[in-house]
């Protein structure tokens, strides 16, 4: 585990909320760790964890065999087990969350996986924290809890080529009753923020970690920001 001496705001709130939000997230599989805040969530949220799963998988499979892979804001790992089920041939997962991490490890271990799958703890956002050098680097769900100085000391911990990251798009504001409802959220559950970006702002902050060629897909009403080949 790295060392981490003041956690950053986002760890500090997804250690204490994960379990309840991936209850409530993939309530297919049982919502019983979920507190009644998240549950009423998934009653507006619907499918949608699942269906930005399974577009960036889509998005991700003409690149990824035989290709290394690190999650960001693995959580329990369930997007790292789908990537080595679509070729990939070793994911490592980090997340803030020990409990999570712990999760993916022992399931990891249960399916006889663990020279494919790594999982560790990370703090992303602590600045000098090299990450794992991999082909492609993934998140989902986590890039918009980075205000910009977090999100640069996020992209210059990358060791990677390409990208493909969930997008918190600005363009996200203009779908009104969703972004109120997500205000509303992060008031209730006192989540430090959520930060939009125009692809110029983002592509800036990048730039200087030397990623270039950015692009935004939009597709399944999700937004991805990526450098891999069109
Ligand atoms: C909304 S959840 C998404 C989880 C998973 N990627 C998914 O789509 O199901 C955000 C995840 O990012 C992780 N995360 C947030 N800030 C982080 C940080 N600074 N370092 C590492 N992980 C972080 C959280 O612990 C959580 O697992």
């Known amino acids: 585990m790295n060392q981490i001496n003041q956690k950053s705001e986002s760890a500090k709130y997804w250690e204490e909320h994960l379990e309840s939000w991936e209850a409530s997230a993939y309530f297919k599989e049982g919502q019983q760790k979920a507190n009644w805040w998240d549950r009423l969530s998934t009653v507006f949220r619907g499918d949608a964890m699942y269906v930005r799963m399974q577009t960036a998988l889509e998005l991700l499979k003409p690149h990824i065999k035989d290709k290394t892979v690190l999650d960001v804001g693995c959580a329990s790992g369930r997007f790292a087990f789908q990537m080595i089920e679509a070729g990939a ?6 997340d803030i969350s020990n409990e999570a991490v712990n999760l993916a490890k022992q399931r990891a271990k249960e399916l006889n996986l663990q020279n494919q799958l790594e999982f560790s703890i990370t703090d992303v ?3 000098n924290t090299p990450l794992q050098q991999v082909d492609i680097v993934t998140a989902l769900g986590v890039i918009e809890y ?3 100085k977090d999100m640069a000391a996020f992209l210059g911990n990358l060791r990677t080529k ?21 205000q509303v959220y992060i008031r209730v559950n006192k989540l430090p923020g ?19 060629n950015l692009r ?15």
Do not use: C, H
């Not at 041939?89 to 980090?94: A, R, S």
């Not at 959520?194 to 270039?212: H, M, N, P």
């Not at 935004?216 to 069109?230: A, D, H, M, R």
């Open 194 to 212: 959520v930060y939009l970006y125009s692809l110029d702002e983002f592509a800036k902050i990048a730039e200087l970690f030397g990623f270039t």
């Open 146 to 148: 980075f205000d910009a």
């Open 162 to 182: 390409y990208i493909l990251l969930d997008f918190p798009d600005l363009g996200r504001k203009k779908e009104f009753p969703t972004w109120m409802l997500r």
């Open 125 to 127: 956002v602590q600045a």
């Open 89 to 94: 041939t070793k994911v490592f997962g980090t």
């Open 216 to 230: 935004v897909i939009n597709k399944n009403q999700f937004y991805y920001v990526t450098n891999l080949p069109e």
